[in-house]
């Protein structure tokens, strides 16, 4: 499967420099030219790493990347900036980058940071919880050995249950990591979703392990009936 890489850069030469670099090397590669355009298609389609400038317009760098972790979200991501002291570095990694370059730089040191991100992410695609596992590579997810037929919400929400168990997740934080910062819906659309969920994971009178706690959001726990 063709690995899937976001680059958001507002200079458009290097960015369709990195774009023809990451393609010949077979990455599929979408190329977004703002903060808000970036987030936005992040929303739609999940890649499999995500290559960002600092100083992009719209939001910055630095600030999708402080989102992103915000909402628990994990994808890999290497941030380019011309800023080339300590302390800007150690600002880009406690926001949340997995990876630092400094322009200039050149496309081999890259390419070799984008296979070492891509390698280090594919070891982690196996979550599990009990007997419910998860692949996030394949989309593919099992109760015991009984394939679960997940939409594409479902999957996403029993992703990040499998990431933070026995953690009590908010429904704003829920809300924000599944369907975006800004989205604009149905106030029980995480009811709905999470009582679909919880059918498809009992259908053959399993326990629960999606915990409701009253008030505040949801847990993955395997103790108590709920």
Not at 207 to 219: D, E, F, H, M, S
Request: hydrophobic share 40%.
């Amino acid at each position: 499967m063709t690995n899937q890489i976001f680059l958001v850069e507002d200079d458009l030469k290097l960015a369709r420099l990195i774009e023809l670099e990451l393609t010949s090397e077979g990455y599929g590669v979408t190329v977004l030219y703002d903060g808000v355009a970036g987030l936005t298609a992040m929303r739609e389609s999940k890649p499999d790493l995500l290559i960002m400038d600092w100083g992009i317009p719209g939001i910055t760098g630095i600030e999708i990347c402080r989102r992103l972790r915000a909402t628990g979200n994990q994808l890999p991501i290497i941030l380019l900036t011309g800023r080339d002291q300590v302390q800007d570095r150690v600002m880009g990694l406690d926001a949340g980058a997995d990876d630092y370059v400094t322009k200039p730089f050149s496309i081999e040191e890259l390419l070799a940071r984008v296979r070492a991100r891509l390698r280090s992410a594919q070891s982690q695609d196996e979550v599990s919880f009990e007997d419910v596992r998860l692949n996030r590579q394949t989309r593919e997810a099992y109760r015991g050995e009984r394939p679960l037929e997940l939409t594409l919400k479902e999957f996403d929400l029993l992703e990040y249950l499998l990431s933070h168990p026995r953690q009590v997740l908010t429904r704003d934080a829920i809300l924000e990591r599944i369907w975006g910062f800004d989205f604009i819906g149905d106030s029980n659309v995480i009811e709905v979703h999470m009582r679909n969920l919880r059918l498809k994971l009992e259908k053959q009178q399993e326990k629960r392990l999606i915990q409701t706690v009253r008030g505040i959001g949801y847990a993955l726990r395997g103790r108590h009936p709920g």
